[in-house]
Every structure is written in structure tokens, then in C-alpha cells.
């Protein structure tokens, strides 16, 4: 059964870095796309990145780009999120996945997901 654990939120001041890493167990890491997505309070979950099975193609959301790094280690079977110049916007719950495909789905079961909280 898949099971994804994020960790590494917290509270930051705006302009500054947090490093999210999410474990994942279950599947077989290195044969999936792996993607961040966020839910701020009101909002729908959106996607905020995902890099390829070789950690070479990735894209970010137009939102976070130039700002946020997604990145992965198949040995570790974990996948990473640094973020900085961190802006309130960026609070939400963020939550990593597991694709089958570049442009697939996440079919679940979620995370409990980790909290970004950006003061101004």
C-alpha cells in the first residue's frame, strides 16, 4: 500500500527557506513521477511540482518558480522541496504524490501532509 510521510514545515518569516522531504513506502519509488501539491484554507489543492523517475525533467508551477526546487533521491526513496523567498502565499498544508505519469493523477490515499505557515 502506498504511504507517503512529509515532514519539514513550520513557521518562517516571508523571505525565508524551509526544506520539505516526504518518505515514501509501498510502490516502486524509482518507476513513479513524484509531484508536491498545496491546500491552502479555502483553496483547492493544486499542484506545485513534480520531477521525472530520473530526477532529470521537472516543472514548477508558475507561481513558485525561481523560488521553489523540487528534487529526489531513488536510493532514499524520498523526495524533496526546498522553498525560498518564502511569501504568504505560500501558507498551506503541503502534501507530496505519486504519479504513474507525467500527466496522471495522484490516485491516493494522502498524507497527513506537513504546514507552511509564511508570516508577513
Known amino acids: 500500500q502506498v504511504q507517503l510521510v512529509e515532514s519539514g514545515g513550520g513557521l518562517v518569516q516571508s523571505g525565508g527557506s524551509l526544506r520539505l522531504s516526504c518518505a515514501a513506502s509501498?510502490?516502486?519509488?524509482?518507476?513513479?513521477?513524484m509531484a508536491w501539491y498545496r491546500q491552502a484554507p479555502g483553496k483547492e489543492r493544486e499542484l506545485v511540482a513534480r520531477?521525472?523517475?530520473?530526477?532529470?525533467?521537472?516543472n514548477h508551477a508558475g507561481s513558485v518558480k525561481g523560488r521553489f526546487t523540487i528534487s529526489r533521491d531513488n536510493a532514499k526513496r524520498e523526495v524533496y522541496l526546498q522553498m525560498d523567498s518564502l511569501k504568504p502565499e505560500d501558507t498551506a498544508v503541503y502534501y507530496c504524490?505519486?504519479?504513474?505519469?507525467?500527466?496522471?493523477?495522484?490516485?491516493?490515499?494522502w498524507g497527513q501532509g506537513t504546514q507552511v505557515t509564511v508570516s508577513s
Open positions: 504524490a505519486a504519479l504513474r505519469n507525467w500527466s496522471g493523477t495522484f490516485s491516493g490515499p
Open positions: 509501498g510502490f516502486t519509488f524509482k518507476d513513479y513521477v
Open positions: 520531477i521525472e523517475q530520473f530526477g532529470v525533467g521537472r
